[in-house]
C-alpha cells in the first residue's frame, strides 16, 4: 500500500497534449491525499517522436524513475507490443491508456471504459439504448464501444474510415456480447443509420481543438436522441454545441475524462480519489465551476 512519505512521477504520453487537464486533476487530488505527486504530459508533437515511439518512451520512463504512464492517442493500440502484462479487459478492449512502472515490467491497464461508463449512467440516466451509432474504433472508440454493450446496448454500428479496423472490433465485441448486434458500417451508410438512431456518440479525435468540426451532418440529429462526445478540450465541442441546440440529452467528454483520471490514480497510487471533487476541479479548470448532479441532470433535460 502507498505511504503518505511516497512521491509518485507520472507521465502522459500522446500527441497535441499539452494542454491537457488530467496532469492538474492528478497533482490535485495527489495534495488532497498529502502525497508529493508530479504529472509530466510527453507531447509527442513538441518533442517530434512518432507514435511507434512510445517504447522507447516508456523505457526512458523506467528507467528515470517514473512509477508509470497514461497514454493516449495514437499510442493506445501500439502500445500494446510494449507491455509485459495486460488487464484481461484491457487485452479484449484491444488498447491501454493506464501504464503501471513496476520494477522492470509494464503492465497495461484500460480505465476509458470504466470512465466512460460511470459518466454514461450518471449523466444518461434511462438512455435509450436500442440502436446506436459509434463514430471511431480507436484505442477510445474500442473502450467506448465495450462500455456501450457492456450497459446493455441492443445494436451497435461502427464507423470509422478504417472499415477494416471497424469490423475486427465489431467481430471481436460481437463474440464477447452474443446477445447484442454489433456491425461496422461504411462512412456512406452513416447518414440513415444517425437518423434512425436512439443515441450517437463520437469516439474520434474531430472536435478537438487540433482537429475542428463534427463526424457527421449534425442536421441528422433530432431532439429525440441523445449523444455523447468523449473529447473534452474543448468541452463545448462542435458536436455537444449543436445537439444541445436541437434538444438532444447530451453527455460532454468531460465525464470520461475525469472517470478514466479517477481509476488511473487509484491504480498508481492506491489510494481512493474523490470522485466528485476530480469532477469539481475538472469543471473549474474550464472555467465552468463545479456543479452539482442534481444540476447537471437537469441541464441535460
Not at 27 to 43: Q, S, T
Request: aromatic share 6%; glycine share 12%.
Amino acid at each position: 500500500m502507498s505511504t503518505l512519505n511516497e512521491s509518485f512521477l507520472i507521465g502522459l504520453i500522446g500527441d497535441g497534449i499539452t494542454e491537457s487537464l488530467t496532469p492538474p486533476m492528478h497533482e490535485r487530488e495527489g495534495d488532497h491525499h498529502g502525497v508529493r505527486y508530479l504529472y509530466r504530459p510527453v507531447d509527442l508533437a513538441e518533442i517530434h517522436r512518432p507514435g511507434t515511439d512510445v517504447g522507447e518512451l516508456l523505457r526512458a520512463g523506467r528507467d528515470l524513475g517514473f512509477n508509470g504512464f497514461n497514454i493516449t492517442h495514437p499510442c493506445k493500440q501500439i502500445v500494446m507490443d510494449h507491455l509485459d502484462e495486460v488487464d484481461p479487459q484491457a487485452a479484449a478492449i484491444g488498447a491501454v491508456n493506464t501504464v503501471l512502472i513496476r520494477g522492470d515490467k509494464f503492465i497495461g491497464y484500460n480505465t476509458d471504459c470504466s470512465g466512460f461508463t460511470d459518466g454514461f449512467r450518471a449523466g444518461l440516466p434511462g438512455a435509450d439504448l436500442e440502436r446506436l451509432v459509434q463514430f471511431g474504433s480507436g484505442g477510445a472508440g474500442s473502450a467506448v464501444a465495450e462500455a456501450l454493450l457492456a450497459v446493455g446496448a441492443q445494436r451497435l454500428d461502427l464507423v470509422d474510415v478504417d472499415v477494416a479496423r471497424a469490423a475486427q472490433r465489431a467481430a471481436a465485441l460481437a463474440g464477447r456480447y452474443p446477445g447484442a448486434v454489433v456491425a461496422a458500417v461504411e462512412p456512406d451508410q452513416a447518414p440513415e443509420l444517425v437518423e434512425g438512431a436512439s443515441g450517437v456518440v463520437n469516439a474520434t479525435p474531430v472536435g478537438m481543438h487540433h482537429h475542428p468540426g463534427t463526424p457527421f451532418d449534425t442536421a441528422l440529429l433530432s431532439a429525440r436522441q441523445w449523444v455523447a462526445d468523449v473529447v473534452y478540450l474543448p468541452l463545448a465541442t462542435e458536436l455537444v454545441t449543436a445537439a444541445k441546440a436541437l434538444g438532444c440529452h447530451v453527455l460532454d467528454g468531460g465525464h470520461m475524462a475525469v472517470g478514466q483520471a479517477v481509476d488511473a490514480f487509484r491504480l498508481f497510487t492506491e489510494l481512493d480519489p474523490d470522485r466528485q471533487r476530480m469532477r469539481d476541479h475538472f469543471l473549474s479548470l474550464t472555467g465552468q465551476g463545479p456543479v452539482s448532479a442534481a444540476q447537471e441532470l437537469g441541464a441535460a433535460q
